[in-house]
């Protein structure tokens, strides 16, 4: 078994937006950090979400309002720094007669809009559904008023890879398709032990400081050797989603209230198409095998049909996707109610520190993070104090401002005229300013190597290799470039076949300097 030859100061398991941002913020600070991740990067809960940067409307209703707060200031800080992969989103929620009462949704918009500090994205109005194009798909006459507020919309397997890009840019070391099988500690040193899953070659790291952001498994790592006792305990809750096709025309999305007491989303997916979720309930299997139930997707599609003039059945639906969130076990009755608030667990058996991380969601991983390094702090030897300093550098592609992506659409078609607007788009919106470094000195089409449909070309899946940690060809349809719904079967199985003979597993290479 191979022992790297270096103690680092910090090493995470897990590499989802939680340890991927945590390993992001701890090597700006100046500390050496290991990553491992099982699978692929946001492989489990942090690409199966709703994919939305927002402040948690409904979390209002059970008293989370430090939380909101948290995550409508984040919004904002998250735009400003990715706004290649985030983009405002304007939703609607149309006011149900039988449920919640209007004066009570102004309320909770009044306080949406003003406790986080709002500054870029437009406030709340009230709709006239007769009147405005939104009411049009909603059934006649059923529904009259409704109010429009802003949050924002993210892709967020995309926000996982740029946050662990962006480490390993530092010198953080990433590994994925690498399984922690085992951890201990000794004379204030955590060694973890580990297989790559994909040729069986063991190795160890020891680290001064050990993350556990295993996220469904969190209390699985604490199993493997970790001799504490977890006082806290993680509840799986289960969500899915829907994707069928668009809908409607317009841009905005809907936040339709049920007579459960819950809410979905209705969303405008990837230009032509149109995405449904959340359902709520508590799961009780393997994280890695959850799928979206029957139950689940009649329950989805019934509830969007309480609303729209079309009704959705599940012969509609073109795709589903499910996925465990691991929330922090508050004993909450019901899963809905659970919170979606992040709690810390840390340990010092022999002086050597274990951070478990339990709940949490997306538009507050960057928080969680300098929480997470804030505890860890006595412990840790950060050559460089920046705390903070995560909300100003932009993520990878990220230079620019809040409205410039469609001057770097237009730039990349000057640059690189046999581009169609859709190529560019899409390449826009997913590389940011480091789209220019994909497409390198291409001339024309064909220079772009093989083309496996939907705008994917033989460039941009070998930058996905060398850059980005893509090894099959799910993680290229599914994670890091979202085609998964454009491209066919047979498309996808010529995509594994060519991975499959000339891909060559290799770590990332680095972009700007530091270690890999």
């Known amino acids: 078994m191979r022992l790297l030859e270096r103690i680092f ?92 009462p209007a004066w009570l949704l102004r309320l909770g918009l009044f ?26 798909p909603l059934i006649p006459n059923r529904y009259s008023r409704a109010f429009e507020y802003s949050d924002c ?163 509609d639906v073109v795709w589903t996707y499910s996925g465990v969130r691991p929330l922090y076990d508050d004993g909450a009755s019901e899963a809905k109610a659970a919170t979606r608030d992040y709690v810390f667990e840390l340990d010092t058996p022999g002086n050597a520190p274990l951070l478990s991380i339990y709940g949490g969601k997306i538009t507050t991983y960057r928080r969680l993070a300098e929480e997470a390094l804030e505890r860890l702090a006595p412990y840790l030897r950060s050559a460089k104090a920046r705390e903070g300093w995560t909300g100003k550098a932009p993520l990878p592609g990220g230079d620019m401002g809040v409205s410039d992506v469609d001057g770097l659409i237009a730039e990349l078609q000057r640059g690189y005229p046999f581009l169609s607007h859709e190529h560019a788009r899409r390449l826009a919106r997913a590389y940011g300013t480091r789209a220019a470094k994909l497409l390198g000195d291409a001339k024309s089409a064909a220079d772009l190597g093989q ?3 939907a705008t994917l070309t033989e460039r941009e899946v070998r930058y996905l290799m060398a850059n980005e940690w893509a090894v099959t060809a799910e993680d290229i349809v599914w994670r890091r470039s979202k085609l998964g719904l454009r491209l066919s079967a047979d498309e996808i199985a010529a995509l594994s076949d060519w991975i499959a003979t000339h ?9 700007a300097g530091g270690r890999s």
Not at 59 to 71: I, P, Q, T, W
Request: net charge neutral; hydrophobic share 40%.
């Open 503 to 511: 891909g060559v597993r290799q770590s990332p290479l680095l972009e």
């Open 111 to 136: 306080l949406y809009d003003h406790i986080g500090g709002r500054h870029l994205l437009p406030a709340t109005r009230s709709v006239d559904l007769r009147r405005d194009e939104v009411g049009r």
């Open 451 to 453: 083309a496996f449909g």
């Open 153 to 315: 919309f993210v892709d967020d397997a995309r926000l996982v890879v740029l946050n662990a890009r962006d480490a390993a840019d530092k010198g953080a070391e990433i590994r994925t398709r690498t399984c922690a099988t085992e951890i201990h500690q000794s004379e204030g040193v955590w060694t973890v032990s580990m297989v790559d899953t994909l040729t069986g070659a063991r190795s160890q790291v020891q680290a001064r400081a050990l993350v556990n952001a295993g996220g469904p498994w969190v209390e699985d790592v604490l199993g493997r050797g970790a001799g504490v006792n977890a006082k806290a305990k993680v509840r799986l809750v289960q969500g899915s989603h829907i994707v069928v096709k668009k809908l409607y025309d317009h841009d905005r999305a809907y936040m339709f209230q049920n007579a459960d007491g819950r809410i979905i989303f209705v969303i405008p997916y990837q230009d032509d198409f149109t995405l449904i979720g959340t359902t709520d309930r508590d799961y009780d299997g393997d994280p890695s095998k959850v799928k979206a139930t029957p139950e689940e997707i009649e329950y989805l599609c019934k509830a969007a049909s309480e609303y729209l003039a079309k009704p959705v059945t599940p012969e």
């Open 9 to 100: 100061d910090l090493a995470i398991i897990g590499g989802g937006v939680n340890g991927c941002g945590i390993a992001r913020d701890a090597v700006g600070r100046g500390n050496s950090v290991f990553l491992c991740e099982m699978n692929d990067l946001a492989s489990g809960t942090s690409s199966w979400s709703t994919k939305l940067v927002h402040g948690g409307l409904r979390y209002l209703e059970y008293y989370e309002f430090r939380l909101v707060r948290e995550a409508l200031i984040e919004r904002e800080i998250l735009w400003g720094i990715a706004p290649h992969i985030i983009r405002p989103l304007r939703f609607v929620l149309p006011h149900h007669a039988g449920l919640r």
